[in-house]
């Protein structure tokens, strides 16, 4: 059974940082494009970041390029989001997803972790 | 404002039909796969249809996808219920080099 488990969202004041994690399990990790989806409250999905099995391909949302970083651990089974520079806007359940289907799917999800950012 | 539309709502009886449709553009949906996504409240989205009609296990024949052009459609028949819900359809941008989200459809069923 695939599962996925964000953590790390937290309480933040503008212009601070914040690392997410993914823990992922079922599926081999190393083989897959692992994806970092957003969703702030009252808004629809958006897509934040995503980079392939051998970090060889990373691409961003224009609205993140800059401050954000994604990485992965293969040899954890764990993928990162390092938060720069936020902003309120970035106030959103953050979902890590697996590509499956294809490299721009989101084939399963986490639940999501909460990142507020507030002064 | 998404690069992609989607209509904000849609409504049906139970046992009706409807279609949800996704316009986008040449460098998205023109020239690369759809996908759609169900997601309830509380919950993790679910993908529903890859590759513009495809359905992954489990998923069941009551929803298909189809797409011509610059524009996809979902469709759902049998509706009951539990498919209340946002719908969200997804696909590459060749120009942006991102995925993009359309902006949601909250699907009602009366």
């Known amino acids: 059974e695939v599962q996925l488990v964000e953590s790390g969202g937290v309480v933040v004041q503008p212009g601070g940082s914040l690392r997410l994690s993914c823990a992922a399990s079922?599926?081999?990790?190393?083989?897959?494009?692992m994806h970092w989806v957003r969703q702030a409250p009252g808004r629809g999905l958006e897509w934040v970041s995503l980079?392939?099995?051998?970090?060889?391909?990373?691409d961003y949302a224009d609205s993140v390029k800059g401050r954000f970083t994604i990485s992965r651990d293969n040899s954890k089974n764990s993928l990162y989001l390092q938060m720069n520079s936020l902003r309120t806007e970035d106030t959103a359940l953050y979902y890590c997803a697996v590509a499956i289907s294809g490299w721009y799917y989101f084939d399963y999800w986490g639940p999501g972790t909460l990142v507020t950012v507030s002064s | 404002q998404s690069v992609l539309t989607q209509p904000p709502s849609v409504s049906a009886a139970p046992g009706q039909k409807v279609t949800i449709s996704c316009s986008g553009s040449?460098?998205?949906?023109?020239?690369?796969?759809v996908s759609w996504y169900q997601h309830l409240p509380g919950t993790a989205p679910k993908l529903l249809i890859s590759d513009n009609d495809k359905r992954p296990s489990g998923i069941p024949d009551r929803f298909s996808g189809s797409k011509s052009g610059t524009s996809a459609t979902l469709g759902i028949t049998g509706l009951q219920t539990g498919d209340e819900a946002d719908y969200y359809c997804?696909?590459?941008?060749?120009?942006?080099?991102?995925?993009?989200f359309g902006g949601g459809t909250k699907l009602t069923v009366l």
């Open positions: 040449s460098s998205n949906i023109g020239n690369n796969y």
């Open positions: 997804g696909t590459w941008d060749s120009s942006l080099s991102a995925v993009l």
């Open positions: 980079i392939t099995w051998d970090g060889d391909r990373i």
């Open positions: 079922g599926f081999t990790f190393e083989d897959r494009t």
